[in-house]
């Protein structure tokens, strides 16, 4: 049998599922710790398949979720065996609040609230409860062999649930950073930004370039994920950026959905002009 690669098992905004490869062909040939500190559904994570690497999320949730399925999968899909998928029993799992719950039946939960919730999204109210409605969806929860394939790939890997500061603690010259926060959108809204009971807003992304900054004066390399507007150009100025398409199936207006968005560098990134990637638009300044 074929051994299966490691791929997101939960839905999430913002995931970079379709570009995952085009981003890691940008990423530098060789460093050393990966650290990951908006990881979401790990789409990048999982494409770039690093040895050891440091991941965070402010969602505590989801982050304790990636923790369990590492250490213990079969108890985490033990639990989600016996969830049924009706709206009685969705209503009533949504309204256990998660920090009840021993580490393996939290993360069985979050599973099971993504597959099941309507549109698969995880979004909280300001309480910090979830509150999708259910989503009547007849699909499996889980596939064993990608969930052993996930645990795997998480083997040596340390979680950091918090702010991206708390997951950059004690980053080294040589290591390298990807950094995909909630998407700027001009205006100051984000499409989707309710993955926490916070927000990032302006002053969190002007945070964020000018740690960017820091890092890039110390010898740490780093790539940022952000939206091509105005705003991040500036908080960027000086570094390269090179232009991305993507799909945001999110978006509800569908001549949204295809847009160009940023990967910023501050490194040099070698594109194979003889192999050019769809992803990576004309033009890219480097
Ligand atoms: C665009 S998503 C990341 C998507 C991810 N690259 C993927 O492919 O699924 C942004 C993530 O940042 C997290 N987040 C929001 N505010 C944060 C903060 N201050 N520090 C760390 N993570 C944060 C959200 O919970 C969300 O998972």
Not at 81 to 101: C, H, K, M, W
Not at 173 to 196: E, Q
């Amino acid at each position: 049998m074929t051994k299966r690669r490691a791929r997101p098992f939960v839905k999430w905004a913002g995931g970079k599922q379709a570009i995952a490869s085009v981003l890691v062909g940008m990423f530098p040939g060789r460093y050393g710790c990966h650290y990951e500190p908006f990881l979401g559904g790990g789409s990048v994570l999982f494409a770039a398949r690093p040895e050891v690497a440091v991941c965070g999320d402010q969602n505590e949730w989801l982050l304790g979720c990636y923790a369990a399925i590492r250490d213990d999968w079969p108890r985490v899909a033990g639990v989600l065996d016996v969830l049924p998928n009706t709206r009685e029993d969705y209503l009533r799992i949504r309204a256990v609040r998660p920090g009840t719950l021993d580490p393996f039946t939290r993360a069985a939960h979050f599973i099971y609230l993504n597959k099941t919730c309507f549109r698969g999204l995880f979004r909280v109210n300001r309480e910090n409860q979830f509150n999708v409605p259910y989503g009547a969806y007849d699909r499996r929860y889980y596939d064993p062999n990608e969930l052993a394939a996930v645990a795997e790939a998480l083997r040596n890997i340390e979680f950091r649930s918090g702010d991206f500061e708390r997951s950059l603690a004690g980053i080294r010259p040589g290591d390298f950073a990807y950094l995909d926060p909630p998407y700027y959108k001009l205006g100051g809204y984000s499409d989707f930004n309710r993955y926490t009971q916070g927000r990032f807003r302006e002053d969190d992304h002007a945070r964020l370039a000018s740690v960017c900054r820091e890092l890039d004066a110390r010898g740490v390399l780093w790539a940022v994920s952000n939206s091509d507007t105005p705003f991040v150009r500036r908080l960027f100025d000086g570094y390269a950026m090179i232009p991305v398409s993507n799909r945001r199936e999110i978006n509800l207006d569908p001549r949204e959905r295809d847009i160009t968005e940023l990967l910023i560098v501050n490194y040099e990134v070698k594109i194979n002009q003889d192999d050019r990637c769809p992803g990576i638009r004309e033009g890219a300044e480097r």
